[in-house]
Nanobody, 124 residues
């Protein structure tokens, strides 16, 4: 059974950084795509970054303006989201989703499995 567990959320100050982790289980090969989504208060859920498991290809939402970086460690079955220059509008519930295909997408409908998420609050 495919499972995803997010970690690394918490409270951060504006301008600070956080690193989120998405640890996967239930599959062992690197033929997958994992994406990060966020749900900000009062806003629609937004796909923000995704990465292909067996390649170096990535995709980001334009709204990030280069502040976030998605990486992977297949040996640890983990995908990371490095979040820099955090802003109050980055506050929200961050979750990861996976599909066992190589198909970059920021659309949640493309994914089959998802985690429960980790909360990030950016505030001074």
């Amino acid at each position: 059974q495919v499972q995803l567990v997010e970690s690394g959320g918490g409270l951060a100050q504006p301008g600070g950084s956080l690193r989120l982790s998405c640890t996967a289980s239930g599959f062992t090969n690197s033929y997958y795509t994992i994406a990060w989504f966020r749900q900000a208060p009062g806003k629609e859920r937004e796909g923000i970054a995704c990465i292909a498991g067996s390649e170096s290809s990535t995709e980001y939402a334009d709204s990030l303006n280069g502040r976030f970086i998605i990486t992977k460690d297949n040996a640890k079955h983990t995908v990371y989201l490095e979040m820099n220059n955090l802003k109050p509008e980055d506050t929200g519930l961050y979750s990861c989703e996976v599909i066992l295909l190589q198909d970059l997408s920021l659309n949640s409908q493309a994914y089959d499995y998802w985690g429960r998420g980790t909360q990030i609050t950016v505030s001074s």
